[in-house]
């Protein structure tokens, strides 16, 4: 038995002289450099590009995707005129279109439901044709009306022409509601003194305007802003004869502060609204606006007005008119009982029929006269 190690040594000798023979079969022979000579470069003919037919490559294209166009087509394409420009036309301008009032709607306002939440406000409202009486809420329809608010007095419809209708639970309310019985004399409400000082009649206030959202309509309050933030309430557009005249607001106003609380936000205005609800006579509402860009304050006092007061509010000019008319229908009616006073023979006639037909005598003649 051989030794581990001389097998070993036998296979790396064995391989040791099989690469050797390999490298001595190989073995290539190598050529001896030589020198070699550079030739002197010859320049390229330049070819005029302008003799080149390009036409040659898209007419015998090999894809046969080209198609010749006679030349007729392209005369025939000169020939063709521009069409003229348009002629101006001049826009006719819409006709206004006519208002259109719609008929009242044929219903009675029997009752009003008013809770502290504005959403759980309720209508009845009976249908004068079939008389059946129904509740209503804000939003709800009737026929083309839509009920948009209700007040403790009044509910207003909004019809499809655009225009609004009003029901009233009382005539009184609707003599005594200034944004739409067209109340022009204010002299009992308020009592001008200057520009900026203005006495207030509570109770007569309260009397015409009652609610927050009345008042809101009749002077046309929206909110004012400067540079996207609220400064105030901007007062609309205010007539001669109307509440915001009386109180002495002039169209454009913004309502800064009342009693030196902004009304900027809505927790403001409530604030301001309970200050002015707990107000007594004699206390004083301090009103700053802003008119033309330039800061101004108006004053108000509550006090009732006494009788003097409210005979001085009367014109004088129109006290003589009603006095004057007065004594033109008293002159009326007497010339009236002259003609038809009863003469002797009248009133022998009617006492004759009397006795035909009752077959007694009148009491006396002045029940002959009122027969």
Same mark, same amino acid.
């Given at each position: 038995?051989?030794?581990?190690?001389?097998?070993?040594?036998?296979?790396?000798?064995?391989?040791?002289?099989?690469?050797?023979?390999?490298?001595?079969?190989?073995?290539?022979?190598?050529?001896?450099?030589?020198?070699?000579?550079?030739?002197?470069?010859?320049?390229?003919?330049?070819?005029?590009?302008?003799?080149?037919?390009?036409?040659?490559?898209?007419?015998?294209?090999?894809?046969?995707?080209?198609?010749?166009?006679? *030349?007729?087509?392209?005369?025939?394409?000169?020939?063709?005129?521009?069409?003229?420009?348009?002629?101006?036309?001049?826009?006719?301008?819409?006709?206004?279109?006519?208002?259109?009032?719609?008929?009242?709607?044929?219903?009675?306002?029997?009752?009003?439901?008013?809770?502290?939440?504005?959403?759980?406000?309720?209508?009845?409202?009976?249908?004068?044709?079939?008389?059946?009486?129904?509740?209503?809420?804000?939003?709800?329809?009737?026929?083309?009306?839509?009920?948009?608010?209700?007040?403790?007095?009044?509910?207003?419809?909004?019809?499809?022409?655009?225009?609004?209708?009003?029901?009233?639970?009382?005539?009184?309310?609707?003599?005594?509601?200034?944004?739409?019985?067209?109340?022009?004399?204010?002299?009992?409400?308020?009592?001008?003194?200057?520009?900026?000082?203005?006495?207030?009649?509570?109770?007569?206030?309260?009397?015409?305007?009652?609610?927050?959202?009345?008042?809101?309509?009749?002077? *046309?309050?929206?909110?004012?802003?400067?540079?996207?933030?609220?400064?105030?309430?901007?007062?609309?557009?205010?007539?001669?004869?109307?509440?915001?005249?009386?109180?002495?607001?002039?169209?454009?106003?913004?309502?800064?502060?009342? *009693?030196?609380?902004?009304?900027?936000?809505?927790?403001?205005?409530?604030?301001?609204?309970?200050?002015?609800?707990?107000?007594?006579?004699? *206390?004083?509402?301090?009103?700053?606006?802003?008119?033309?860009?330039?800061?101004?304050?108006?004053?108000?006092?509550?006090?009732?007005?006494?009788?003097?007061?409210?005979?001085?509010?009367?014109?004088?000019?129109?006290?003589?008119?009603?006095?004057?008319?007065?004594?033109?229908?008293?002159?009326?009616?007497?010339?009236?009982?002259?003609?038809?006073?009863?003469?002797?023979?009248?009133?022998?006639?009617?006492?004759?029929?009397?006795?035909?037909?009752?077959?007694?005598?009148?009491?006396?003649?002045?029940?002959?006269?009122?027969?």
């Amino acid at each position: 038995m051989k030794h581990p190690l001389w097998i070993l040594n036998s296979a790396i000798a064995s391989l040791l002289l099989c690469t050797f023979l390999f490298i001595i079969l190989s073995r290539q022979n190598i050529k001896k450099p030589f020198a070699i000579n550079p030739e002197l470069s010859t320049d390229r003919i330049k070819r005029d590009e302008t003799k080149i037919n390009i036409s040659k490559i898209y007419e015998n294209d090999i894809f046969e995707t080209y198609q010749k166009k006679p *030349d007729q087509l392209f005369e025939a394409a000169r020939e063709i005129p521009l069409p003229p420009p348009p002629r101006p036309t001049t826009t006719k301008i819409p006709e206004i279109p006519k208002i259109e009032f719609l008929d009242p709607l044929n219903i009675t306002l029997k009752g009003i439901i008013i809770s502290n939440n504005d959403n759980k406000n309720r209508a009845i409202i009976q249908d004068n044709d079939t008389k059946r009486e129904t509740s209503y809420k804000v939003g709800n329809m009737i026929t083309d009306a839509q009920l948009i608010r209700i007040f403790n007095n009044k509910v207003i419809f909004l019809r499809s022409n655009g225009q609004q209708e009003v029901l009233y639970l009382r005539e009184k309310d609707a003599l005594l509601d200034p944004t739409y019985a067209g109340l022009n004399n204010w002299s009992h409400i308020a009592k001008h003194i200057d520009n900026y000082y203005h006495i207030i009649n509570p109770i007569a206030f309260t009397d015409h305007i009652n609610s927050v959202a009345q008042f809101i309509d009749a002077l *046309d309050i929206t909110t004012a802003y400067q540079n996207g933030k609220s400064i105030g309430c901007r007062v609309g557009i205010v007539k001669q004869d109307s509440l915001g005249a009386a109180l002495g607001f002039n169209t454009g106003d913004i309502i800064l502060s009342i *009693d030196n609380i902004p009304a900027t936000d809505i927790n403001n205005r409530f604030l301001i609204y309970k200050n002015i609800i707990a107000k007594k006579p004699n *206390d004083t509402i301090v009103v700053k606006i802003l008119r033309d860009h330039q800061s101004a304050t108006l004053v108000y006092t509550l006090e009732e007005f006494s009788i003097l007061d409210k005979l001085e509010a009367i014109n004088p000019a129109q006290e003589l008119e009603n006095e004057q008319s007065m004594k033109e229908k008293q002159l009326k009616a007497l010339e009236q009982k002259k003609i038809l006073a009863p003469t002797t023979n009248d009133l022998k006639k009617r006492e004759r029929q009397n006795m035909l037909s009752r077959g007694k005598m009148p009491v006396n003649h002045k029940t002959v006269q009122t027969v």
